[in-house]
């Protein structure tokens, strides 16, 4: 039988980053501050980013070189693992080739040190001592945690009130790398005050918390775990890995499949496939995974939107639900944000994505069929893009073809088995999504240059 | 700089199990009869186990075939990959050189599955349809809960009742798998029922349990994770496994360091290094971790004793605290057993082996340090051997001397944070062994012959 790992050597760690940014059709809708609403420069992000970052945020250069002592960290985790899903295709019956790149090796169990760990690089060249960041699921948070302890700097991390009562494990990982906690919303800042009336938090006022202390401090910057330009970029050491281990494989893909919540793990593992398809006519689909409680992608509007709930940050051209959308409480807390990634946002508006929608029970579903078949148990976020491997498998089988599928998974779920036992005890809700308060929330936004 | 993680390709793994017991000095001490205290046979075994795992328990035959089958679920976690640990070498200021094998790579995240699927295997080739066993920190359940869903077969779980309640998800994780979990003692047997006074249960209770529900149906096997020789076999593939990446590196061992609870990770990674000590006159150092709480083989005496708390199973020669000892309740659940394996005992015995015992928060301290400096974050259970290696990398900065020291990671913290936290809070206790309570133990035991 065909492997089941697809391994890299050391020497294999991707040199350079993937800017997808000068691929993209048309010019690009810059960011526009969010005071004048004109266009932004490196100057309204400078006061919570370092230029190396801002820089990369704005950057027309196809690659980016990754810097020495980045690749030497990277080397804790990189290159991950890429597996053929043996059992899991005999399982579903199909004649498609499911390969699943596992993000969950790295020590804080997901993808998102691929960029916490060149953020906190970056940030420590320029002499800042301390990065403020919110957390969701409780991904980046550790991710971030790890990498501040690495540069030795410190970390302060305002985690979604309802992923901290959920999660307290997530919690006392950050800690163990030394990071300082707070349930968001929390009493720190006055953002977290404002929004005491929404105790389960969401992904946006935490932005806002920490945002609030970034800016008030020259010596500690804000980090973001996903949707800028920067972070995306930094992800695609995740694709530039998978096109090497395709090719030991002799295969190419002909779908590749990620989660959606701000976009990192989908735009860094299908970056190098979307420059392939761009560049030089490749026809692999893209397939978005989001929730159906949070489906930014496939219910809100392409609208210059702040990527704050406070209205804090410039605003960025995205498809939106409103900024101060407050979407349910859901297991998937990585996938609780108001807005996407503008680079992903317009790979869908440009139809080169394919996004769906999928509600939680179907996805638990579908990554337990996973678990009982391949040993991993995902995380919920990643199950999202299980749920759509499993559609895809179908349709293979349908059209009797031997596809390719790529899926990132891009952590495992052992902070997540509370969710696990509710879905087991079917006491697992499948949150509606309003459309009436995502209305309600367009309304409140500015008024902003119309996007093409 | 040096590659961090030396790899090996599918193909690498191992294709036989190394049977260390003809090594051995002397003839080896026959394990014994409960009934009639007389030498057991095959036949005392038989009611319980398979006779695949049987003749492997007395063979001895220096090598041991790995079935096809095993060694194809073995590639969805092995080989496992082999650190060196840079950054903690830098953190001690020592010369010595660090490997760590880190076996928290598998599905269940520990060791054990490397003997629960050539377990599950050997069952299901004679026709067993379920297995029943225990399990202390839920390494072991999780990693015979993962075995039996890739065989399909049925899978029960004894859970020691203080590690239940600290480690919820490590249920959740056994029941994603699709395994049945009590907590034990439970009122689902006698031997359970009889132990309602140890509200916090240990490895042997739950143990009695399991080999209870075993022994009452023809198509049920009990399954060990630890102290048994076909369990310490099936473990030697860590060992071969070292042997192979350390020549990689151009390195030989100068100490193996291990945790020991019932002595599987211990005897696993130590195999083919005490082997060579044996045959080929190499000069290596092993070193056998354990808590102080639980001193087996530090303050242990060395003679027969039962495997279990109830006296059900054959005895065994070998260190022990009294097989109805109960430890103190402590976060290394999988070292709070009364004995040891008879291998590593016998090691011990004959002076090959070193035994030292920690205290609950310096294996803590020790496992902060690590996590600080390499990203991972171990598990108490081999939190005791980082402990020891950090005292033997002092030892080489004092002598001044480049040692290479190896240790099994064989598991990591992610279902353990609750113990960081009590750490980190100064509220986590370093529980007394009780001397007394041992030799009242011991008084309790059967007169057996005298060992050697």
Redesign the interface.
């Known amino acids: 039988?065909a492997?089941?790992?697809i391994?890299l050597?050391?020497s294999e760690i991707p040199t350079h980053w993937l800017n997808l940014m000068p691929d993209l059709p048309g010019e690009p809708a810059p960011p526009l501050n969010p005071g004048t609403m004109e266009p932004a420069g490196p100057e309204d992000l400078s006061p919570i980013f370092p230029m190396g970052l801002i820089q990369q945020e704005v950057s027309a250069d196809p690659e980016i070189e990754i810097p020495d002592e980045v690749r030497?960290i990277y080397?804790?985790?990189r290159p991950t693992p890429m597996?053929r899903a043996h059992?899991f295709e005999r399982d579903l019956d199909t004649p498609a080739h499911i390969y699943y790149k596992y993000e969950g090796?790295?020590?804080?169990?997901s993808h998102k040190p691929n960029t916490a760990v060149p953020q906190a690089w970056y940030n420590r060249e320029e002499g800042v001592r301390k990065l403020a960041t919110e957390t969701g699921a409780g991904q980046w948070g550790s991710a971030l945690a790890?990498a501040c302890?690495?540069m030795d700097m410190e970390c302060e991390v305002f985690m979604v009130g309802s992923s901290y009562d959920q999660k307290?494990?997530r919690r006392?990982?950050m800690?163990?790398?030394?990071a300082t906690v707070h349930r968001s919303p929390s009493s720190e800042t006055q953002a977290g005050r404002a929004q005491a009336e929404h105790p389960t938090g969401s992904l946006g006022i935490a932005i806002s918390e920490a945002v609030e202390i970034a800016a008030g401090d020259d010596a500690t910057n804000y980090a973001l775990g996903s949707v800028l330009n920067h972070v995306l970029l930094h992800q695609t050491v995740v694709g530039a890995e998978c096109v090497a281990q395709l090719e030991k494989a002799g295969e190419y893909p002909d779908v590749v499949v990620g989660c959606v919540g701000g976009g990192s793990n989908f735009g860094g593992i299908t970056a190098p496939f979307v420059r392939a398809n761009l560049r030089e006519g490749k026809r692999t689909r893209f397939v978005a995974a989001e929730p159906a409680a949070c489906p930014t992608l496939t219910r809100g509007v392409y609208r210059y939107d702040f990527g704050d709930t406070m209205g804090m940050t410039p605003l960025m051209p995205m498809y939106t639900l409103g900024h101060d959308f407050v979407p349910p409480p859901m297991h998937a807390g990585g996938l609780r944000y108001h807005g996407d990634a503008p680079l992903v946002c317009g790979l869908v508006r440009a139809g080169v994505v394919e996004a769906r929608a999928y509600r939680q029970n179907e996805t638990f579903e579908a990554a337990?069929r996973f678990?009982?078949a391949?040993?991993?148990?995902p995380a919920p976020e990643p199950a999202h893009a299980i749920r759509a491997v499993i559609e895809e498998a179908d349709a293979a089988r349908e059209a009797g073809e031997e596809r390719v599928i790529l899926v990132n998974l891009c952590g495992h779920g052992?902070?997540d088995?509370?969710a696990?036992?509710a879905y087991?005890a079917g006491s697992l809700e499948d949150p509606e999504f309003s459309e009436a308060e995502m209305q309600a929330a367009l309304e409140r936004l500015p008024e902003t240059p119309a996007l093409a």
């Open positions: 039988m492997d089941t790992k391994l050597t050391e030497e080397k804790l985790w597996y059992r090796t790295s020590p804080a169990g790890f302890r690495l307290p494990y006392s990982m800690q163990t790398w030394g337990v678990a009982r391949e040993g991993i148990i052992h902070f088995l509370a696990y036992d087991f």
